[in-house]
C-alpha cells in the first residue's frame, strides 16, 4: 500500500519485454487491482503483449508531442541544445525514441532505406534488393526492428509530403525517385506498408526470423506477394 498519498503507482516499461511468466504473473493483479493501486504497461506495440493481458487492461493512446516541446523535455534530460534537436528531429515527436536511438546509426538507416527504396523506384531487381537489405540489417532481431521502424518512418513522410505536410524525420534527404514512386511502392489503400506493419509485429511477437522480415518488406514494396502463414496467438 502507499505510504502516504491515496494510490501507488507501478510502471512497467517496456512491457512488451516481458517473458510470458511475468506477463502471466501480472494477471491477477490486473484483474483484481487493489482499489490503492494503479499498474501502467508502457509499450509501443501492445499487439505483442499476450491477449490475456491486453483483454484487462484499459488501452491510453499518446499522441506524438511536437518537435519544440521534444527539445524542452530532452534538454531536462540532461542533452545539450544540438543534441536534443538532432534527437527530436529524427524520433518523429516520441521521447522514448529520442533518449534510445543513437543519431548517427538511425540517420545511416533512413539513408539507406532512401537509397534501396530509389533502386526499386528505378527498376532494380526486387530479390537483390531484398538480399542486400537482408544483409545489412537481418543480423539479429533489435537491429530488424529498428530498421523495419525506420523504413515504416520513411513511408509515412512520404506520404505526408504527397499531401504537402512538412516530413517529420526524414528532412530533405528523400529521394526524388522514391517520392514519385509512392502510390506504387505503398499499394492500394497502402496495403504494402500494412504489410510491413505485421512483418515487424511478428519479428517482435513471435521470434520470427529477422532477416525474412527485412527481406519480406522489400519484397512487399516491390509488389511481390508473400506466401506466409498466418502466425497462431
Known amino acids: 500500500p502507499p505510504f502516504e498519498l491515496s494510490h501507488r ?10 517473458t510470458p511468466s511475468a506477463a502471466n504473473a501480472l494477471l491477477k493483479v490486473l484483474e483484481e487491482p487493489p482499489p490503492h493501486g494503479v499498474v501502467i504497461l508502457v509499450t509501443e506495440a501492445p499487439w505483442s503483449l499476450p491477449v490475456t493481458v491486453r483483454s484487462r487492461c484499459r ?3 499518446f499522441g506524438l508531442l ?9 534538454e531536462r534530460a540532461g542533452l545539450d541544445a544540438e543534441e ?3 534527437r527530436a528531429g529524427l524520433a518523429g515527436g516520441r521521447p522514448g525514441a529520442a533518449l534510445r536511438l543513437d543519431p548517427q546509426r538511425e540517420q545511416e538507416r533512413l539513408a539507406f532505406w532512401n537509397g534501396l527504396l530509389g ?8 530479390a537483390a534488393v531484398a538480399v542486400e537489405a537482408g544483409e545489412r540489417f537481418g543480423a539479429d532481431a533489435d537491429e530488424a526492428d529498428a530498421a523495419l ?3 515504416l518512418t520513411l513511408l509515412r513522410d512520404l506520404a505526408a509530403g504527397a499531401e504537402g505536410a512538412a516530413p517529420l524525420v526524414a528532412g530533405g534527404t528523400i529521394d526524388d525517385s522514391v517520392a514519385g514512386a509512392l502510390p506504387h511502392l505503398a499499394g492500394p489503400a497502402l496495403s504494402r506498408v500494412a504489410v ?5 509485429a511478428e519479428l517482435r511477437r513471435f521470434n520470427r526470423n529477422p532477416r525474412l522480415a527485412i527481406e519480406g518488406a522489400v519484397l512487399a514494396l516491390a509488389g511481390r ?3 506466409r502463414a498466418p502466425p497462431e496467438d
Not at 510491413?196 to 515487424?200: E, G, M, P, T
Open 84 to 86: 536534443a534537436a538532432l
Open 9 to 18: 503507482v507501478y510502471i512497467v516499461d517496456p512491457a512488451d519485454r516481458m
Open 119 to 126: 533502386a526499386l523506384a528505378r527498376g532494380a531487381p526486387p
Open 225 to 227: 506477394d508473400l506466401d
Open 66 to 74: 511536437a518537435e519544440e516541446v521534444l527539445v524542452t523535455v530532452l
Open 149 to 151: 521502424c525506420a523504413l
Open 59 to 61: 488501452m491510453v493512446r
Open 196 to 200: 510491413l506493419d505485421d512483418l515487424r
